[in-house]
């Protein structure tokens, strides 16, 4: 089954250099063995980065035993769909692609807030 934006259009890919999403496939999609819901797709600033460390989520130290890279500034990464939410509501939410970004997000967040940091 063809997974949906939240434009309701087919899904795109949101990042193969790093390789991103729940499945390491570029697409942020889910199910429901996925507990964090990998679903938005998202370009990484500093200031998001220097949040999701002070809330105990390092994503700049890559972690090779996870074939995880490490992040910095400008990358697209799939992000849990509550951690953007806890972002938006400090202030420092990053741009997010919404051709990439999987309707179940709207389960967490508005289209009219994520339409907001739009890329």
Not at 32 to 55: I, K, N, P, W
């Amino acid at each position: 089954m063809q997974k949906l934006n939240v434009l309701g259009e087919p899904l795109e890919i949101c990042c193969l250099n790093p390789v991103t999403g729940y499945y390491r496939n570029g697409f942020c999609q889910t199910d429901e063995s996925d507990r964090g819901r990998h679903v938005v797709c998202a370009t990484l600033t500093s200031e998001f980065l220097e949040y999701t460390l002070s809330q105990g989520n390092d994503l700049m130290t890559p972690r090779p035993e996870y074939n995880f890279p490490g992040l910095k500034p400008g990358d697209q990464w799939c992000l849990c769909a509550l951690r953007w939410k806890e972002a938006f509501d400090a202030g420092c939410a990053p741009r997010v692609n919404l051709a990439a970004t999987e309707i179940k997000a709207l389960d967490y967040v508005t289209l009219e807030q994520l339409k907001n940091f739009q890329t």
